[in-house]
């Protein structure tokens, strides 16, 4: 966990105190919200000061809104991977229940694995917050946000439900455009898992630590991929 240093009284603080819990000296700022675009805006160019403003805040708002809207780009990215890699055939899924699985399962998963590193954290004496390190994952998929609402309507409007079916696949009906679309989204999709990384190590201070855990994260979604119901 990421500490500071009272100036005071020399104790080691953790970074979400405003003020030292020892001596009572104000540290830094009191930051009461998380500041949307300030913080979607310094994911681009300065994403430790992103995640540290993250964990600053008293109230981790937009969280849950933001869970629920990942977990629906996630089921529309697996569907998307199945039919890229092959793993399932051109049937059109039941959008509406897969679309209600998926998201859950998405959100469940960060909640489980934040869960796990916090009982981890306990076990070997080291200060972490669930709504920190929950917050810090959330925050990290910030991207999908805009494929969502910018790239995934072109794609629909473009391919229908063609984008879903592969059958044809999209890259015979507009191979520029299909080409493009899924270029934009597997380069906002390693953006995303950069930011894990990143947001991982500021949290832990060690980048061996964030690599880790961020590796263990990808490699469980990664599963949820390959063992979707769409592969059976």
Avoid at 85 to 109: A, H, M
Avoid at 181 to 208: D, H, M, P
């Amino acid at each position: 966990m990421q500490k500071n240093i009272c100036p005071n009284c020399g104790k080691e603080v953790p970074a979400y105190e405003y003020k030292c819990p020892y001596c009572g000296s104000f540290l830094r700022e009191r930051v009461f919200n998380i500041d949307l675009w300030d913080t979607i805006w310094k994911l681009f160019y300065s994403p430790v000061e992103a995640f540290r403003k993250i964990v600053f805040a008293e109230h981790k708002n937009y969280t849950i809104i933001f869970s629920i809207l990942f977990g629906i780009k996630f089921f529309l990215t697996v569907d998307l991977a199945t039919l890229l890699f092959k793993l399932r055939g051109g049937n059109l899924p039941d959008l509406l229940k897969d679309l209600l699985i998926f998201s859950l399962l998405f959100v469940l998963t960060l909640i489980l694995f934040s869960l796990f590193f916090k009982i981890a954290a306990k076990i070997f004496k080291e200060d972490l917050r669930f709504k920190d390190f929950y917050s810090i994952l959330i925050f990290s998929f910030s991207p999908l946000v805009f494929v969502l609402f910018i790239i995934f309507p072109f794609e629909y409007a473009l391919f229908g439900n063609y984008w879903f079916t592969f059958n044809p696949p999209p890259f015979i009906l507009r191979p520029a455009a299909a080409y493009l679309l899924i270029g934009v989204e597997g380069l906002l999709t390693f953006w995303c898992l950069l930011n894990l990384i990143i947001g991982l190590s500021y949290y832990f201070s060690s980048k061996v630590k964030g690599i880790i855990a961020g590796g263990i994260l990808i490699g469980v979604l990664f599963y949820l991929t390959i063992s979707s119901p769409f592969t059976l």
